[in-house]
């Protein structure tokens, strides 16, 4: 299939470790990247490729991939990381870009 | 660094052509992927397209027969051009810079957005 199936919502203590998870057949072939949204601003990459991580993204976002799931990991989550989590991949034909629903994560 | 901007109507009426132009500053267009992606009120992020700096490009299936990203390389902006439309393209629209590449999996990402523009349909 052509798409990418995320929970819609996540909660997690302050400073505690929560998992994001992504389904899907592309997963097998393609890394996803995530993105983390917050209302009024631009996505920001998070996690892309294997595990990497852009400057200026602090060490508590980690990413990893099994078969067809991707997970984000953030670990001693923060109140700033309050915020809608999506992944994306390419489909398996190397054609169209997928976007996983979005999972909004509460930092309680 | 390499920054982008879109800009563009924010009010266009149903039936017409919704017109955005991003422009890329600190770096030129003639490398990477240049995506459209939007966010309708309430929903979430929805892919629209993106152009190779070859100038191949692909689309949503579901915008595929109304949408069109093209490059300007003279004045490094990419646009995208989306016919006919309705309330339902209401939406803030993002430019993003795209990378592909491989490391035992494939890999795609988008590590440069612009701050997004709402286009409102009425």
């Known amino acids: 299939s052509s798409e990418l199936t995320q929970d819609p919502a996540v909660s997690v203590a302050l400073g505690q470790t929560v998992r994001i998870t992504c389904r899907g057949d592309?997963?097998?072939?393609?890394?996803a990247s995530w993105y983390h949204h917050k209302p009024g601003q631009p996505p920001l990459l998070v996690i892309y490729?294997?595990?990497n991580r852009p400057s200026g993204i602090p060490d508590r976002f980690s990413g990893s991939s099994s078969g067809n799931t991707a997970s984000l990991t953030i670990t001693g989550a923060q109140a700033e990381d309050e915020a809608d989590f999506y992944c994306?991949?390419?489909?398996?034909?190397?054609?169209?870009?997928?976007f996983g629903g979005g999972t909004k994560l509460t930092v309680l | 660094q390499v920054q982008l901007q879109e800009s563009g109507p924010g009010l266009v009426k149903s039936s017409e052509t919704l017109s955005l132009t991003c422009t890329v500053s600190?770096?030129?267009?003639?490398?990477?992927?240049w995506t459209w992606i939007r966010q309708p009120p309430g929903k979430g992020l929805e892919w629209i397209g993106y152009?190779?700096?070859?100038?191949?490009?692909n689309y949503s299936p579901s915008l595929k027969s109304r949408a069109t990203i093209s490059l300007d390389t003279s004045k490094n902006q990419v646009s995208l051009k989306l016919s006919s439309v309705t309330t339902a393209d209401t939406a803030v629209y993002y430019c993003?810079?795209?990378?592909?590449?491989?490391?035992?999996?494939?890999?795609?990402?988008?590590?440069?957005w612009g701050e997004g523009t709402t286009v409102t349909v009425s």
């Open positions: 600190g770096g030129s267009i003639t490398t990477h992927y």
């Open positions: 592309s997963l097998r072939d393609y890394y």
């Open positions: 994306v991949s390419r489909d398996s034909s190397a054609r169209l870009l997928l």
């Open positions: 152009i190779y700096y070859s100038g191949s490009n």
């Open positions: 490729g294997k595990h």
């Open positions: 993003a810079r795209g990378t592909s590449g491989w490391s035992t999996l494939y890999f795609f990402y988008m590590d440069v």
